[in-house]
């Protein structure tokens, strides 16, 4: 049914006369005339009876009327639930505790007046075809691994490196260390059960194992970051990397260590990820707001893979 036919219907029925409901419109009397015919033929049934003053409904006409207004409430309600600026800003962090969850925090802190939806999804191709169709309007993402450009209509900016940092339980060798340098690392088993081939943190490690021959163990599953912390309490001859900005709470009794890995520092590459033709207003401030906000990193002493995009 065409909204326009069931818009027009109304406007006759108030009016009482074509003419008016015509001039009310900034249609021509025809076209109204041709908008009602057209609906009268949808339904089947006549919708006005001719009076000697202008038009008056039928008994079918009078039936219609209330549902035809409730079409149009709802198709209005349907439209500003999408209208620029009237629906919540769409953003995938990836995983409660991880970096982008603490800089949408942030955001929020700042512009408390914008609405957010905050969704996770683990896998990338999911989130650019999520940011393409519109689903989401932004992803935080490593971009972009070797054979997986991102495609022409997306656009990124990298927002936030986040160092690593060596996570060992109080038995390991490196345990008591101020700080540890990547050769130092060599020969030590790094245990990162989390690492999904084929994602870009999957690419990330790859890269940094061939980098500086490290040892690198993602086998066994994963079960979370809680089972991932007793592990590595428990074995001393096992550490792992975690982000510095990944935010984790572990029992004391466990006497974990968090150890700054320099010369150089491997940071992680985030960068925000949306389609180049959305229209959201929230999405101009989200990027302003990250930019500003990470616009003082200091790149010295680090290291990322040839492949992110520039900083």
């Known amino acids: 049914m065409d909204l326009e036919t069931v818009r027009t219907f109304v406007a006759v029925a108030d009016a009482g006369q074509f003419q ?71 953003v995938d962090v990836i995983a409660s505790r991880g970096a982008a969850t603490g800089l949408m925090r942030a955001f929020h ?19 650019v075809a999520a940011v393409r169709s ?8 490593a971009v972009a691994a070797p054979g997986r450009p991102l495609r022409e209509d997306i656009a990124a900016v990298r927002v936030l490196d986040e160092p690593l940092q ?19 690392l060599t020969g ?5 059960p989390g690492i999904v081939p084929g994602s870009e943190w999957g690419a990330y490690y790859d890269d940094l194992v061939a980098a500086f021959g490290l040892t690198i163990e ?15 309490a428990d074995t001393p001859a096992l550490a792992t990397f975690m982000g510095g900005r990944t ?3 572990w029992p004391a009794g466990h006497g974990l260590r968090l150890i700054p890995v320099t010369d150089p520092t491997p940071v992680y590459p985030h960068a925000l ?39």
């Open 20 to 90: 008016e409901a015509a001039a009310e419109l900034g249609i021509t009397q025809q076209a109204v005339s041709k908008r009602v015919a057209a609906l009268e033929r949808t339904l089947g049934v006549r919708l006005f009876t001719r009076t000697p003053r202008g038009s008056g409904l039928s008994i079918d006409g009078q039936a219609f009327l209330p549902h035809a207004r409730e079409l149009l409430r709802v198709a209005e309600r349907a439209a500003t639930s999408v209208r620029a600026g009237r629906r919540p800003l769409r």
């Open 109 to 127: 802190r700042a512009h408390p007046e914008i609405d957010l939806d905050v969704v996770m999804l683990l896998d990338i191709e999911t989130a």
């Open 134 to 141: 519109g689903t989401i309007d932004a992803s935080f993402r």
């Open 166 to 184: 060596l996570l060992t339980g109080p038995g390991h060798a490196l345990a008591s260390a101020r700080s540890v340098t990547m050769e130092q």
């Open 188 to 192: 030590h088993r790094i245990w990162m």
């Open 218 to 232: 993602a086998t066994g599953p994963n079960f979370g970051s809680d089972a991932l912390l007793d592990t590595i």
């Open 247 to 249: 935010r984790l709470v």
């Open 273 to 311: 990820l949306w389609h180049r033709d959305n229209p959201h207003p929230a999405l101009a401030t989200l990027r302003a707001h990250l930019t500003a906000a990470t616009a003082d990193q200091d790149t010295a002493g680090t290291w990322t893979p040839d492949w992110v995009i520039p900083g």
